[in-house]
């Protein structure tokens, strides 16, 4: 046999365990990416805050992706069909709503941050002030409405039914002596409303993030109420490889640089750490 033809017997095996090879070296490094990236759904005021937490947690091997939803339910809809692995977004009160709404498999992974709400208005320099009818913009979505009648009645503005109830409606509604008219809007465009609306009910991220007004300027603040704190959501059956969720909700809860960022987002003394 010629020189030529036993190297070219000899060359097309190698060629092939080399590509085998490289086929498999490419598979474990997928794997290995795959294993220590970390997907988690967002609504965009957190975009700054969970961005500098995945900086931090890149030195340790984790990598996040960020995904913004600009709704309140996709999130939950995108963990429950294993397209991200966890979701930033909502409280307590809303998640068993949505739960009981949907029957996901959702639970509570850990405890985030949590800020105050308030009543807002651009006219008006006190809630004693505000006139008959009065236009008072509030969330749309069964839970945050519910808590924006709570805060009213605490207000004095109004009386519902029951205090304890998370998910009051406006048919809850016993007396109203100013006759508010109210407008139901999407949670996040309620801060949009500040400057028509006669009175809003406010998240401080949202009113910061649309420029309209300083959350500290609220004629009533609710109470820190840590049911309210914004949680790390998976499916009660995630399992959370290399520690990856575990790792960066420990940097969330313990970076400088976010309470920084959480002081700047919705103002100092108008958040606080729901885990604690």
């Known amino acids: 046999m010629s020189n030529s033809k036993l190297s070219k017997n000899w060359l097309i095996p190698l060629i092939v365990l080399v590509l085998i090879v490289g086929l498999a ?30 900086d931090e947690v890149k030195k340790q091997g984790v990598h996040v992706k960020l995904v913004e939803f600009s709704d309140w339910q996709a999130p939950n809809v995108a963990v429950q069909n294993h397209d991200i692995d966890a979701n930033f977004f909502q409280q307590s009160v809303f998640l068993r709503n949505a739960i009981k709404q949907t029957g996901y498999n959702l639970h509570a992974f850990a405890i985030g941050s949590g800020s105050h709400v308030g009543l807002y208005s651009k006219k008006y320099k006190s809630l004693e002030a505000l006139p008959e009818n009065a236009r008072v913009v509030i969330p749309s979505d069964p839970v945050n409405s ?15 039914k029951d205090l304890s109830n998370e998910l009051s409606t406006r048919q809850d509604i ?56 914004i949680l790390f959501v998976t499916r009660q059956d995630h399992e959370d490889k290399n520690d990856k969720l575990k790792t960066f909700v420990h940097a969330f809860q313990n970076s400088p640089e976010v309470h920084r960022i959480l002081d700047q987002d919705f103002g100092q003394g108008m958040w606080f750490e729901g885990w604690k």
């Open 25 to 54: 070296g490419y598979r474990y490094v997928k794997n290995q990416q795959q294993d220590n990236t970390l997907t988690i759904g967002i609504s965009p005021p957190y975009a700054k805050l969970l961005q500098t937490v995945a």
């Open 146 to 160: 519910a808590r924006a009648l709570i805060l009213l009645d605490r207000a004095g503005l109004i009386k519902i």
């Open 174 to 229: 016993i007396s109203n002596p100013k006759n508010l008219q109210f407008l139901e809007v999407e949670g996040p465009q309620t801060a949009l409303a500040y400057n028509d609306a006669d009175l809003i009910f406010g998240f401080p991220h949202y009113l910061n993030m649309a420029k309209v007004a300083d959350p500290k300027t609220a004629l009533f603040l609710d109470p820190v109420d840590k049911k309210y704190a």
